[in-house]
């Protein structure tokens, strides 16, 4: 009996000790799943070494340190990523870029927990790049690509890695394939420019040596809706960004603050045809359709649920400027926002739990989110100027806003949650007004 007791004993402490070392390999799980709804996220630390130069020629030596770094900046600037310091590594870069020989200890002891290796080639004058990602802790790769394009398209290629990567560790494709318009007044007058998620390449679309206003994408990323003075009064400009197609709203009074219903080619915007300023449905190419609010005083800035069935407007049927939700369905509208008596610019999150929106206090403008359901409202940014038209990115795992906390307004972004706060461009004068794009492609 003695020895049954001794056996048991045995036997439970095993299972115990079962448990408790699949308790301990849980842990390591922590990395393999980006939550990008806590507050409270911690950054992955990964390695990435200059990539392995595939042969000894000048220019393949120089293309392997600029594609190495421009993934560590495109990978820092999701927020996910501590990017470790390359001169903490135990290996020469260019050998620890040999996928045959990573020995992951050496990654491991100093801390990384994911490691990107590499090779480039030159070869018949386009780019070879082979790229990999590995969890250092399990010992196996998670990603693993190879390319092959032309010597300019080294970003769209580290731009397609990343967005597999950010695939694998957080079930969406990210923002690799997304754009930002925005006003400027570079040129002088107040035009609409497009740039990439990061900033890199911008582009002036319109050139009406006016003052052209809130700029709006269509779900598909194909059209961009905005109010242009070209004609001395506010009117609405529907553009196809690359084929030569436009429609006008040019009704009397004012034709402002466009937004696309998602999924479909129709938008509503703010018009005063008929003595107050409501917001409207229409077509694409600008017909009318129905009117959706019937109050009196102005309701301006409509935002739609990715669902299509609710839209949040701002009013001032209250007093003051708040911020209000329509049941298109039912037609039934509620009031979101109390605190505070100025609140302005709304945004939807892609995810439809939030709304991202411009609050006044003592003068100033801060950007605040607040649940659909007016619950668990958020300051997000605090005593650094003016801040205002916050707009989500495709994913909802960032904020695109402007700021004028260095002095002219500038195009910052931050993450959903308020943190890694920077500015994103610089350019001479002003810009205001940032939308970010829906995805502009599909193809992985």
Same mark, same amino acid.
């Given at each position: 009996m003695a020895a049954m007791k001794v056996y048991l004993k045995t036997v439970i402490c095993l299972i115990i000790v079962m448990h408790l070392l699949r308790g301990v390999g849980l842990c390591r799980d922590d990395y393999d799943y980006i939550d990008i709804t806590n507050p409270f996220l911690r950054k992955i630390p990964i390695a990435i070494p200059v990539f392995k130069k595939m042969s000894l020629d000048h220019a393949t030596a120089k293309l392997s340190k600029e594609t190495?770094? !421009?993934?560590? =900046?495109? %990978?820092?600037f999701t927020g996910y990523f501590k990017i470790m310091d390359r001169d903490a590594f135990l290996l020469d870069p260019q050998n620890a870029a040999a996928s045959s020989a990573v020995k992951f200890h050496n990654w491991t002891s100093i801390g990384a927990e994911l490691l990107v290796t590499g090779g480039v080639a030159i070869k018949d004058n386009r780019l070879e790049i +082979? !790229?990999?990602?590995?969890?250092?802790?399990? +010992?196996?790769? !998670?990603?693993?690509?190879?390319?092959?394009? @032309?010597?300019?398209?080294?970003r769209k290629i580290i731009r397609r890695f990343c967005s597999e990567l950010i695939y694998i560790l957080t079930g969406d494709r990210g923002i690799f394939d997304s754009k930002i318009a925005y006003v400027s007044t570079n040129s002088g007058h107040k035009e609409i420019y497009i740039c990439e998620f990061d900033g890199y390449n911008p582009k002036r679309l319109t050139n009406h040596k006016s003052i052209t206003l809130s700029p709006a994408w269509s779900s598909d990323g194909k059209w961009l809706a905005y109010t242009s003075y070209l004609k001395g009064k506010p009117d609405l400009y529907i553009k196809h960004l690359t084929e030569n197609r436009r429609s006008v709203i040019a009704k009397e009074g004012i034709n402002i603050s466009p937004a696309w219903v998602p999924g479909e080619f129709r938008l509503t915007a703010t018009l005063s045809f008929s003595g107050d300023p409501e917001i409207y449905l229409l077509t694409g190419t600008g017909k009318m359709i129905k009117r959706l =609010?019937?109050?009196? @005083? /102005?309701?301006v800035s409509p935002t739609w649920s990715p669902d299509g069935k609710k839209m949040a407007f701002v009013s001032k049927r209250s007093g003051s400027p708040q911020i209000y939700i329509k049941d298109i369905d039912s037609g039934r509208v509620n009031r979101l926002t109390f605190e505070g008596h100025y609140n302005t610019q709304p945004s939807w999150s892609p995810k439809g739990d939030r709304i991202v929106y411009s609050g006044m206090?003592?003068?100033?403008?801060? /950007?605040?989110v607040i649940a659909?359901? @007016?619950?668990? %409202?958020?300051q997000l940014t605090h005593n650094e100027g003016n801040n205002e038209s916050a707009s989500w990115s495709p994913d909802g795992s960032l904020i695109v806003f402007s700021s004028t906390r260095e002095g002219p307004s500038r195009i910052y972004v931050m993450t959903a949650f308020g943190t890694d706060q920077r500015r994103l461009i610089a350019f001479p004068g002003e810009q205001t007004e940032p939308q970010w794009s829906p995805r502009l492609s599909t193809g992985h």
């Open positions: 190495s770094d !421009l993934l560590s =900046t495109t %990978l820092e +082979e !790229l990999r990602v590995y969890d250092t802790f399990k +010992e196996h790769m !998670l990603v693993g690509k190879r390319y092959k394009a @032309g010597l300019v398209d080294k =609010t019937k109050k009196r @005083g /102005i309701d206090k003592q003068g100033r403008s801060d /950007i605040y659909s359901d @007016g619950q668990n %409202l958020v």
